[in-house]
Nanobody, 126 residues
């Protein structure tokens, strides 16, 4: 069973940056599409970004376009989410998820993903 582990969350001031990482110890992520999602208190989980297995397709939620960048390093078996110009409204638990078919639909649908990590907290506050 594929298990995903997120890291890199923390407390950052508005305008700051964080880089989240998603790894799968003991498994290769090469053939999986990876999505990043977030869930703020009292809100539904939403798709933030996704990257296809080939890295040929990357999609972002409108709220993060131009600020967040998703990438993958298959040699390190890790997918990253670089988050710049962070805003208080970016505060949430961030989750990564893997999808077996390797594709990354533009809408980043939650139901598309098969495996989920436990999440990492990101807090943007002064």
């Amino acid at each position: 069973q594929l298990q995903l582990v997120e890291s890199g969350g923390g407390l950052v001031q508005p305008g700051g940056s964080l880089r989240l990482a998603c790894a799968a110890p003991g498994f290769s992520l090469d053939y999986y599409a990876i999505g990043w999602f977030r869930q703020a208190p009292g809100k539904e989980r939403e798709g933030v970004a996704c990257i296809s297995s080939s890295s040929g397709s990357r999609n972002y939620a409108d709220s993060v376009k131009g600020r967040f960048t998703i990438s993958r390093d298959n040699a390190k078996n890790t997918v990253y989410l670089q988050m710049n110009s962070l805003k208080p409204e970016d505060t949430a638990v961030y989750y990564c998820a893997a999808e077996r078919l390797g594709d990354c639909p533009r809408s980043i649908p939650i139901a598309h993903y098969d495996y989920w990590g436990q999440g990492t907290q990101v807090t943007v506050s002064s």
